[in-house]
């Protein structure tokens, strides 16, 4: 059973390029999210996709936006890339119950983005 | 403003010691408290959570204390082992609700376990 899975492994890009990253979740999984962890630090939440639907978002500009597939997999686009922008993004999938509970969120290896 | 606060920034134990580090919250409405290790280039895997109706939860070497009162929890790691160097996260959420699964991490803390 694979885990959460993410691509590419690593991407540099220049100051105002665009950049698309890919997760596939968890078998089983219908919830994704999206994590920003900058060099030392925690991982940040980004949003949350739930029925292809933006289900809730953290304190990121539009610059990040997403996108959930009919299979569960998901996109994350970022806009204008800044210097800033340098981070592992990870992506979480997990299920949910209903519209009232989670499971326990599970992590892909994340994405090692680079920003000159 | 930081949802979790953790301590120590960095550890050094030595082999077959105990390790442990702290965490403390604000939001009463946190309801599920995970412990993710991260070694370097990896993602989080998940270690070990725990719930506010209990208070202690073991599993293996690794023991999660909660103090619901003080709104602290800790983790403790019996007989600590040079590879359980590693970084380790602790973080909350609430499971239901409008932030439904977010997660709210602590900066982290580097243990290192020297033989």
């Known amino acids: 059973d694979a885990g959460v899975t993410q691509s590419p492994t690593h991407l540099i890009k220049t100051r105002g390029q665009q950049v698309t990253l890919r997760c596939s979740p968890k078998s089983g999984h219908d919830t994704v999210s999206w994590y920003q962890q900058a060099l030392g630090q925690g991982p940040q939440f980004i949003f949350q996709?739930?029925?292809?639907?933006?289900?809730q978002r953290g304190n990121f500009p539009d610059r990040f936006s997403g996108h959930q597939f009919p299979n569960y997999s998901s996109e994350l686009n970022v806009n204008a890339l800044l210097l800033g922008d340098s981070a592992l993004y990870l992506c979480a999938s997990s299920f949910v119950y209903g519209t009232s509970s989670t499971d326990t969120q599970y992590f892909g290896p994340g994405t090692r983005l680079t920003v000159l | 403003q930081q949802q979790v606060k953790q301590s120590p920034q960095s550890l050094i134990v030595q082999k077959g010691g105990i390790s442990i580090i702290n965490c403390a919250y604000e939001?009463?409405?946190?309801?599920?408290f995970p412990w993710y290790q991260q070694f370097p280039g990896k993602g989080p895997a998940l270690l070990i959570a725990?719930?506010?109706?209990?208070s202690e939860k073991k599993e293996g070497r690794f023991t999660i204390s909660f103090n619901k009162s003080a709104k602290q929890f800790s983790l403790h790691i019996m007989d600590s082992q040079p590879g359980d160097s590693a970084t380790y996260f602790c973080?909350?959420?609430?499971?239901?609700?409008?932030?439904?699964?977010?997660?709210?991490f602590g900066r982290g803390t580097q243990l290192t376990v020297w033989p």
């Open positions: 939001n009463t409405a946190f309801d599920y």
């Open positions: 996709y739930y029925e292809e639907e933006e289900r």
């Open positions: 725990i719930r506010p109706d209990v």
């Open positions: 973080a909350a959420s609430n499971d239901r609700g409008s932030t439904l699964g977010r997660l709210y």
